[in-house]
């Protein structure tokens, strides 16, 4: 007679399966699975990161005497599941399938212990079974003083901090031997004040400044690396040159500076740069056209050419960045960014073959080879917290190191045994600006935390701003009354890519999009503490929403067509998404008076087109802004409110500008100080009051960990 599980309850994500009442709960709320996908779930939470077979999944869900096209049905259970547990095959989050094998849960597994319970045996064997239990104890006892005795490497490894400077202090490379750090430092004067320092192991000294660029051609990218033979460093700067492209690849003397040798022009100023173990060869990031998604390069350092080694899709908004060599050469890992979501990849480069190894938890940023290159350590942005996580370079469950909390940027050094990585703290807040008659500014902090407060938004009728906020730990939806006081946390769905809140014309409901299914959705939400109704429902990215004018349409920003176009839906729901630009299209906003629709191209971010409601017709606006970033925006009747860095200023200050659309001319609203360019904007009616939000403080710095394997 078969085995029989006890009543248990086991929890994944944010998910909780009770097997023994056969129910599928998401964050308390029941999840409709019929009874042979839940069969299939029970057997993978059974044996959570190892295969079942196919063949053993068909014992348990059929008899030997029951015939059925099995192949199809499995399918079919497998897809239902996995529909329930909102991933894909092509990016599984909780079940991965093993070709022609069978099934694997990737997910980290909480949960009671599995007890299996079978029919008394007789007094035979029960004296037997007794025996055995008695050795088993001896056995385990054994193993437990064993274990005692050989601790978990990682579990006794210290970070100590190689730097401690007022500032940011971010993207660490060791020297060849492991014995030197370079490193980016600001000086806490802004990023665009960054140079480039090396700093010994073990030094007591300040560390030695290597380069000393001046605007325009301060640094890029605060990525550097070390060419094997410990004689140059690569580093990123850009181009002060017109006509030529923006981003300068340069060689520095090292470890002390001095004459530098510019090696290649890019279009890219997305982090990247690792050499081959016999420095022959350099990984870069570049793009050859401004609406192509970044991509791999590999430059020849003798003859200087270069080649394309990655093609991400066309369409999509990101593409691959941070490459770094394996030790042995063979490989290259980098991150894949397609329209938001990341996964950890490896490049093999004989065959150029690509392997998604991990896609989070969170929002990748940057990763190195283990030593040995038997895993790759990546940092990922999750729940409103940076850490470092380890996964295996053959793939399988990522898992936190023990070391590395709010750490990201890794480097490894594998001659010395030693890891690197950036560790800091940050706080933005949300601000306003009033002004005056008299163009008198009054400028303070409305609503603050000691968290990330981002993207606010006034309500139609300017009594309550909605934002996002990680307060609560992962980022949310939040509303305030309009001088920020009663701060209310609408959304529990504990998710750190949640965002891009817009309030409905009738200011009742409030659409954003989050990423609790893997891939971005659009949902709304009241504010009478219901859950979040999900708009869309495919296996699409679908991101930043905006209302029409008469509050029946969404607009969002989706990849279904196989590019980033403007589609639509219902606000009621129930029908069918509606392709609305043709031309790459991100976000969009129609008019207050919705005789017009603006949107932003996913192409060119300085293209913004225009089409006409009667008409349709889409047309480039002539004589537009260039706008650095999509979300810092808004449409007003007559023109466009946008955020603009200033270029004569070192730090990353930034004024408010307007662009009429009658005029065709731009005018400096006010100054708006050390912004956030990617946090958000709004504007009040009467165009005298402005909300956005300011980074108030930033320090990150290096830390250092040895015996590292």
Not at 73 to 101: H, Q, V, W, Y
Not at 292 to 299: D, K, S, T
Not at 585 to 603: R, V
């Amino acid at each position: 007679m078969s085995a029989k599980i006890s009543s248990q309850i086991i929890r994944f994500s944010t998910f909780e399966v009770n097997l023994h009442t056969g129910e599928l709960r998401q964050r308390g709320q029941k999840v409709k699975l019929q009874e042979q996908p839940l069969q299939v779930l029970s057997a993978l939470l059974e044996r959570p990161g190892e295969l079942v077979t196919r063949e053993e999944l068909r014992n348990k869900l059929w008899s030997a005497d029951t015939f059925v096209d099995f192949d199809h049905s499995l399918n079919a259970a497998i897809k239902r599941l996995r529909d329930a547990l909102g991933e894909s095959a092509e990016a599984p989050i909780f079940i991965e399938t093993l070709a022609r094998r069978g099934y694997r849960f990737i997910a980290p597994v909480n949960g009671d212990s599995v007890s299996v319970q079978a029919p008394g045996p007789s007094s035979k064997l029960r004296g037997w079974a007794i025996l055995a239990m008695i050795g088993l104890v001896f056995v385990g006892a054994a193993a437990w003083l064993i274990r005692r005795t050989i601790p978990n490497p990682e579990s006794t490894l210290t970070a100590v901090p190689l730097t401690a400077f007022s500032g940011s202090a971010v993207w660490s490379s060791f020297s060849p031997d492991g014995q030197q750090v370079t490193f980016a430092w600001d000086k806490n004067l802004g990023w665009r004040s960054s140079e480039l320092f090396v700093q010994s192991v073990g030094g007591l000294g300040p560390p030695l400044q290597l380069t000393h660029t001046a605007a325009p051609a301060f640094l890029s990218s605060a990525v550097t690396a070390w060419t094997p033979d410990g004689r140059w460093i690569a580093y990123e700067r850009y181009n002060p040159k017109p006509g030529q492209r923006p981003i300068q690849i340069v060689l520095t003397p090292a470890p002390a500076g001095g004459p530098e040798v510019v090696v290649q022009r890019i279009n890219s100023a997305e982090c990247g740069l690792s050499w081959s173990p016999d420095g022959r060869y350099l990984a870069f990031i570049d793009r050859d056209l401004q609406q192509e998604p970044y991509a791999i390069f590999l430059l020849q350092r003798d003859t200087l050419e270069r080649r394309r080694l990655t093609s991400p899709p066309k369409g999509m908004f990101g593409g691959d960045r941070n490459p770094a060599f394996s030790h042995d050469g063979k490989r290259i890992a980098f991150v894949r960014n397609l329209n938001g979501a990341t996964q950890v990849a490896v490049l093999t480069l004989a065959s150029g073959s690509i392997q998604m190894l991990a896609s989070g938890p969170g929002t990748i940023n940057s990763l190195a080879w283990a030593p040995s290159d038997r895993g790759i350590i990546y940092g990922s942005h999750v729940a409103g917290f940076s850490r470092l996580w380890r996964v295996s370079s053959t793939g399988g469950d990522s898992r936190p190191l023990d070391i590395g909390e709010d750490g990201w940027a890794p480097a490894v050094s594998e001659r010395a045994h030693r890891l690197a990585y950036g560790r800091g703290t940050s706080d933005s807040n949300i601000w306003r600006i009033r002004l005056g008659k008299d163009k008198v500014e009054t400028r303070s902090p409305l609503i603050a935390s000691s968290r990330q407060d981002s993207q606010p938004e006034f309500s139609p009728d300017e009594t309550k701003i909605v934002l996002t906020s990680d307060r609560s730990g992962p980022r949310e939806i939040w509303v305030t009354e309009s001088d920020g006081s009663n701060p209310i946390q609408i959304t529990k769905l504990e998710n750190s890519a949640t965002g891009e809140p817009r309030w409905s014309p009738d200011g009742t409901k409030i659409a954003f999009d989050s990423r609790v299914r893997g891939k971005s959705d659009i949902y709304l939400v009241g504010l009478d503490g219901a859950e979040p109704r999900r708009l869309t429902d495919d296996l699409f990215d679908d991101s930043v929403p905006s209302w029409s004018a008469d509050g029946r349409w969404i607009y969002y920003g989706s990849d279904r067509s196989g590019e980033l176009e403007v589609w639509k839906v219902s606000a009621m729901g129930g029908s069918p998404a509606i392709q609305v630009t043709k031309h790459g299209g991100l976000l969009a906003f129609e008019t207050p008076d919705g005789k017009n629709l603006y949107y932003i191209s996913a192409n060119k971010t300085s293209d913004l087109w225009q089409i006409n409601m009667p008409d349709g017709v889409e047309h480039r606006v002539a004589d537009a802004p260039d706008i650095p970033e999509y979300m810092s925006c808004q449409i007003t009747n007559d023109g466009m409110y946008f955020t603009m860095p200033d270029s004569s200023s070192s730090e990353m200050h930034s004024s408010l500008r307007y662009f009429s659309f009658v005029t065709r001319k731009i005018r400096t609203v006010t100054s708006l100080g050390n912004l956030t360019w990617t946090q958000g904007l709004s504007v009040s009616r009467d165009g005298r009051t402005i909300l956005y939000a300011q980074q108030d403080h930033f320090n990150m710095n290096i830390m250092l960990v040895d015996n590292f394997h």
